[in-house]
C-alpha cells in the first residue's frame, strides 16, 4: 500500500506538470478565440465544482449561485477598474466617494471578491439553510434575485442597469486554469477531510447524521459558505474576461447552466464536474452552427437564435430522465480508479482532468 | 394619501391580487398531490397567453373561442408535462423531479424564444371584454372588475370541486396518503392528471387575463408571476387552497401598497415577495392556513 502511495503521488506531481506544458502550449499556440473559449471553461469548472459541493455533496439545493457570482463580480470590477474610467462610467450618479480612488491589482481583488461572496453566503445560509429541498431552493432563488434588485438599484456603488464597463481584461491562461486547479485541490482536500465525510452523511440522512452527534447546521453553513466563496471567485474572473458586466447577466438562467453541468457529470461528483465543466463549455460553442443559416445539400436553413438552449434543456431532461446518475454518479476519476482498472500498472491513463 | 389614489390601489390590488390567487391554485395543488414545486406551471400563462394571441391574431377566431382554444391546449399541455418528465421520476429522489421540473421549464421558455422570438409582442384587447369605466371621477378599466370577477368565480367551482365531488376526495386522499388512497381503490394517476387539468386551465385563465391587463407578452413574462404566485401559495399554506387564495391577495396588496405609499422603493418591487417569503419560511414554515406537520423519521 506504501508504495502505491508513492506513486500515486508521483502521478499527481507528473500530472501537474503536464497540465502546466500543455497550458504553456495553449497560452502560445492557440489563437484568440480558441483561448477564450478554454478559460470560460476553467470558470464553468469553478462554478459547477462549487456548486457541486453544496448540492452533490451536502444535499442542500441551492439556486443562488448565480446570486453570489453577481456579487464577486461586481467587487472585483470595482476593486481593480481605474479611478479615470470610473469616473466615465458612472456618469448617471458619481460613484460614492470611499470607492472612487481604489486601485488594487488583480489576484487580491479576485480573492477580496470570493470574501465578499462567501460573507453574503453567510448572512444568507444563517436564516436560509434552516429550510430543506425545494424550500430551501425557492428561498435561494428569492435571495439570488434580491442580491440582483439590489445591485440594480444602489446606483452610486454598482451604475444600476448600465451595468460596469472596461474591467481590466486578463487574457492569461495561467490565471484562469491556475484558479481552477486551486480550487478543484481545496475541494478535494475539503470533501476528504472529516468535513467532508460530515457532509455526505448529511446529505444521505440528515437525521442519522444528526443522531451521530454531527453539528447539520454547522456543516451546511460550511459548505454553502465555501460554495459562496468559489462563485464569487468564479464571478470575478468572469468580469475580468468578458471586461463589461450587468446585472441581467446573472438571472436565474445562469444559474441553470451550472446546474446542467452538475448534473450532468454527476451530483458528488468532483471529477464530473470538471469533466461535464469542459464538455458543456466547448459544445456551448460549437454549437453555434445550429443558430447560423445553414444550407444542407442546396437546402437553405435560416439559423435560428436560442437554439442551444434548447438543445441544453433536452439534455438536462434526458438526463435526468433516462440517466439519473450523470456520467460519473458518485465516483471518482482518480488514481485509485485508475490503477485498479489496470491492476497496478500505470502506463496510461494522465488524462486531463484527472486530479481529482 | 389621497382618497382617489387610495381607491386606485385598491382597485389595482384587487385585480393583481386575484390573478395571483388564481396561478398560486395550481402551484398549491399540484404541491398538495406530488411534494413538488411545479416549476413549469409558471412557463404555462405563457403558452396560453401565446395560444390566445395567435387564435386571435393569425386564426382570426372570436376572442371567446381563441381563449378557450388556448385553455384546453395549456390544460393538454400541463397534463403531457407530468406524464413525461414527473411520472417517470415518482419514486426518485425529490432533488431529481425538481431539476427535472425547472428542465421542463427551461425548455418550454427557450422553445418559446426559437418559436417565437424574444421580442415582446403586443396582446389584443377585445372591445367586448376592455372597455373605460368612468365612476365620479374615477376612471378605470372594464378588467379591474372583471378580473376578481372571474377569480372569484373560479375559486368558488375549485372549492366546491375538491371538497363536494367525488374527484375532489379521491384528491384530497391522495394528497394525504399515496399509497392508501391507491388501496382503498383510487387511481391515483387520474387523480393526479385531474389535478394538472384543474391546476393549468387555472393557470391558463390567470396567464389570459394577466396578458389582458399588462398587454405586453414574451416567452419569459410567466416567470417572475410564477415565482410570486409561489410564494403566495407557501405564505397562504402550501396544499391549502384557501390558503393560496389568502397568499395571493395579502401578495398583490402588498407589491400594490408598497409602490403606492412609497414610490421611491419601487425599484424593490420584485424583491418584495422574495423578503415576505423568507419571513414567512423562517417564522410560520408552514403559512397563515397550513397544518403543522411533524416530518416522520
Redesign the interface.
Known sequence: MDNRQRLKTLLTIGLIIVCCVSLFFAESYLDNFKARVLNLAAIFVILGASMNLV?GFT?M?SLGHAGFMCVGAYVSAILTMSPESKEMIYFMEPIVPALANIHWPVLPAIFMAGLVASFFGFLIGF??L??R???L???T???G??IR??V??TITITNGSLGLKNIPSIKSMYLYWGVAIITILVLKQLINSSWGYAFKAIRDNE?AAEAMGIDVFRHKLLSFTVGAFFAGVAGALMGHLITSIDPTMFR??FT?QI?LII?LGG?GSLTGSVIAGLVITIMMEVLRFVEQPMNLFGLVIPG????R??I???L??MV??FY?QGLMGTREFNWDWILNKLGVKPDKGKGVGANG | MTGELLLQSLANGISLGSLYALIAIGYTMVYGILRLINFAHADLLMVAAYGAFYGIMIFALPWWASFAIAIMITAFLGVSIEKIAYRPLRNAPRISVLISAIGVSFLLENLGIVAIGARPKSFPRPEDIVWNINIGGISFLSLTVIIPVVTILLLVAVTYMVNKTKTGTAMRAVSRDFEAASLMAVDVNKVISTTFVVGSSLAAVGGIMWSLQYPQIDPLMGVFPGLKCFIAAVMGGIGNIPGAMLGGFILGMGEVFLVALMPELSGYRDAFAFILLIFILLFKPTGILGENVVEKV
Do not use: C, H, K, Q
Not at chain 1, 435560428?304 to 437554439?307: C, D, E, K
Open positions: 448540492l444535499g439545493f436564516p436560509a434552516r429550510l429541498d425545494d424550500y431552493a425557492i428561498a432563488l428569492g435571495f434575485e434580491i434588485i439590489i440594480t438599484n437525521i436565474f438562467l441553470f446546474l448534473v451530483l435560428i437564435p436560442g437554439m438552449m434548447v441544453f434543456s433536452l438536462l431532461l435526468i430522465l439519473r
